[in-house]
C-alpha cells in the first residue's frame, strides 16, 4: 500500500498541482499588494479617481457613505471593487504559476526526448534484424561491413 501511495504521489499531474498550491499561497500576499497598492490605485486614477476596494453596489436603498459602513450597518451589498481585486490576484498568480510549470515542463521534454541510441540493424542482404556491431548476418552468413 505504501508503495502505490508513492507511485500515486510522484505521478507529473499531481506534483504541478501541488507545486502550483504552494507558490500560490506563498505569492498571494504580495500579489494581493501588487494589486490593491501598485496596479489598481493608477487604473482608478485613469479612470477618474475611483477607489475599486470601496466599490459597492447597496441593495437596501438606504444611503452609505462606504463599504466599511454598509457592512457595520448589515445593509446587503455587493462588493464589485473587492471582487475586481480578487480577479486582478487571480489572473496574476495564475499567470506566474503557468510560466513556471511551463518552464519546468520544458526541462522534462529535453531531458525525456533523447532517443536511445539503436542496438540494431537490417541486414542488406535479407533485412533481418542484426545486432549493430555483427560482421556476419547469423541468418544469410553474409559478410558484413563494420557499422
Sequence with gaps: MLKEFKEFAM???LLDMAFGIIIGAAF????TSLVNDVLMP???LI?????????????SGQSYPSLAAAK????????IGVF???VFDFLIVSFAIFLLIRQVNRM??????????????ACPFCWSSI??????????TSELKAA
Design 11 to 13: 505521478r507529473g499531474n
Design 28 to 31: 498571494g500576499k504580495v500579489v
Design 42 to 44: 493608477p487604473i482608478g
Design 47 to 59: 479612470v477618474g479617481n475611483v477607489d475599486f476596494s470601496s466599490l459597492f453596489i447597496n441593495l
Design 72 to 79: 457595520v450597518a448589515g445593509a446587503p451589498v455587493v462588493g
Design 84 to 86: 475586481l481585486n480578487s
Design 108 to 121: 522534462k521534454c529535453r531531458t525525456e526526448a533523447t532517443p536511445p541510441a539503436p542496438i540494431t540493424r
Design 131 to 140: 545486432p549493430i556491431k555483427a560482421t556476419r548476418c547469423p541468418h544469410c
